[in-house]
């Protein structure tokens, strides 16, 4: 609103009011700056109102999204994290801020986690990759890693972790099943022969 059209609306206020004594000119400037200052304080009210519903849905969105939302710095420090990335990594929140993202990797992967990072702040690039990572109580997950560089007023990386654990652990099984199968194949005493659905021998 214009302070012309905030003005005027005051003015028709004013003329609302009923008094039985003509008003100078002064009285009348310093009841007209009255309610406009009444009406935009009511205006920063609401503003401020719709600001604070706007960042508790913020929050919301963030902190109980079904994946882990971490930024890191430059140095690969943990800067911010989601309740999400709290429960995956089995740390309160306040605990694992200003700790290395790669203290949870585990050791098998910490190398090539090392290296995407390196290559994300040194290329301004992106990771995509899973790897393995371990808490504290020495659990350990796997999770879908997405990563990217980001420009600010420090160099910070973003990141969401998602886990693949089942997914993983159902692929192994299957891997074991069929080694389990191949062996029983290969070492069974009758001739067994797979063909396909022409009778060509597979």
């Excluded at 007209?32 to 009444?38: K, S």
């Excluded at 304080?41 to 969105?61: A, F, G, H, K, V």
């Excluded at 990771?127 to 990217?148: I, M």
């Excluded at 560089?149 to 099943?177: C, N, W, Y």
């Amino acid at each position: 609103m214009s302070g012309q059209d905030l003005r005027d609306k005051a003015e028709a206020q004013l003329k609302g009011i009923k008094s039985d004594q003509p008003l100078d000119s002064l009285l009348h400037e310093l009841q007209v700056y009255q309610i406009e200052l009444e009406m935009q304080n009511e205006t920063l009210r609401q503003n401020q109102i719709q600001l604070e519903e706007s960042r508790d849905r913020y929050l919301d969105l963030y902190d109980f999204a079904p994946v882990a939302y971490l930024t890191v710095n430059a140095v690969g420090m943990i800067i911010e994290i989601n309740h999400t990335g709290a429960l995956l990594l089995g740390m309160e929140r306040k605990k694992i801020l200003r700790r290395r993202l790669s203290q949870f990797v585990t050791a098998e992967d910490n190398e090539r986690w090392c290296r995407c990072f390196l290559k994300m702040m040194n290329h301004d690039s992106a990771c995509h990759d899973e790897f393995s990572f371990k808490r504290l109580n020495g659990t350990t997950f796997y999770a879908g890693v997405d990563s990217r560089f980001i420009h600010g007023v420090e160099k910070t990386v973003r990141i969401t972790l998602t886990d693949v654990t089942e997914r993983r652990l159902a692929e192994q099984m299957l891997r074991v099943k069929e080694q389990k199968l191949h062996g029983l194949f290969e070492l069974c005493p009758l001739g067994i022969a797979l063909t396909d659905m022409t009778g060509r021998y597979i």
